[in-house]
């Protein structure tokens, strides 16, 4: 009966070491981990007014945050076009962007290729 038992046990840790030098710690069934969508490279901001036209000649700026309507960690600052747009390119490619022009702010992530600002 002892030998039985020794067999048997023996048997069964050999599948076990057999299966463990299959797998090599991987397995398929593992979650990759998922990265954070990316930011736009280069975005056109649209300033309108409360009428929905477009303002030329505003200064808008481009940050990482906006704290209490004041723009923070500031990247860039521009002025709209005659279109009432100005586009910021070479953005960084992760991480929540933020434009403002006057008393309109938004903040994004992943941030957009496009964005209006409306006051």
Same mark, same amino acid.
Request: hydrophobic residues 40%.
């Given at each position: 009966?002892?030998?039985?038992?020794?067999?048997?046990?023996?048997? &069964?840790?050999?599948?076990?070491?057999?299966?463990?030098?299959?797998?090599?710690?991987?397995?398929?069934?593992? $979650?990759?981990?998922?990265?954070?969508?990316?930011?736009?490279?280069?975005? &056109? /901001?649209? /300033?309108?007014? *409360? =009428?929905?036209? $477009?303002?030329? =000649?505003?200064?808008?700026?481009?940050?990482?945050?906006? /704290?209490?309507?004041?723009? %923070?960690? &500031?990247?860039?600052?521009? #002025?709209?076009?005659?279109?009432? #747009? #100005?586009?910021?390119?070479?953005? $960084? !490619?992760?991480?929540?962007?933020? &434009? !403002?022009?006057?008393?309109?702010?938004?903040?994004? %992530? $992943?941030?957009?290729? *496009?964005?209006?600002?409306?006051?």
């Amino acid at each position: 009966m002892k030998s039985h038992a020794m067999k048997t046990h023996g048997a &069964v840790l050999l599948a076990a070491i057999a299966l463990a030098s299959c797998s090599n710690g991987n397995s398929s069934a593992t $979650p990759s981990a998922t990265s954070a969508p990316s930011n736009a490279t280069s975005s &056109v /901001v649209t /300033v309108l007014n *409360s =009428g929905g036209t $477009p303002v030329a =000649g505003i200064a808008v700026t481009l940050s990482k945050a906006i /704290v209490n309507g004041i723009p %923070e960690n &500031v990247l860039a600052h521009q #002025t709209t076009n005659s279109s009432g #747009t #100005t586009t910021f390119s070479s953005l $960084p !490619s992760t991480g929540e962007l933020c &434009v !403002s022009a006057g008393s309109a702010g938004k903040c994004k %992530e $992943p941030f957009p290729a *496009s964005i209006s600002l409306q006051f």
